[in-house]
């Protein structure tokens, strides 16, 4: 994949994962920012910052979340990011992440 799909596919998933952590900020107790092409989502209590970032270089979506980082790589199967060794979305990462930091099941 060149430059330039990775780039259009990198922000099209921030940006529907940013899409669904607002929509998800009205039932659970999460902020999400998104700030030169990447995405936190902080929380009051516990209080935390999960970073999702692109890498170009390696084209992969790289997130930080509860003290772990996860790279996921681009599917062609699913037209979607995916962690490599679960073969999880990003976005059902994002939402078991945020499930695990609050102690409750979290849907995106």
Do not use: C
Not at 61 to 67: C, D, G, L, Q
Not at 71 to 94: H, I, N, Y
């Amino acid at each position: 994949m060149d430059d330039l799909t990775f780039q259009k596919r990198a922000d099209d998933s921030l940006e529907d994962l940013f899409q669904a952590l607002n929509r998800a900020s009205a039932d659970y107790d999460i902020e999400a920012d998104m700030n030169a092409g990447a995405l936190t989502v902080e929380f009051e209590d516990p209080k935390a910052k999960f970073v999702v970032s692109p890498n170009s270089p390696v084209r992969q979506i790289w997130v930080s979340a509860n003290v772990k980082s996860y790279k996921l790589d681009w599917d062609e199967a699913s037209s979607g990011f995916v962690l490599p060794a679960t073969r999880q979305s990003l976005k059902q990462l994002m939402a078991d992440a945020i499930g695990q930091h609050l102690g409750e099941e979290v849907e995106l």
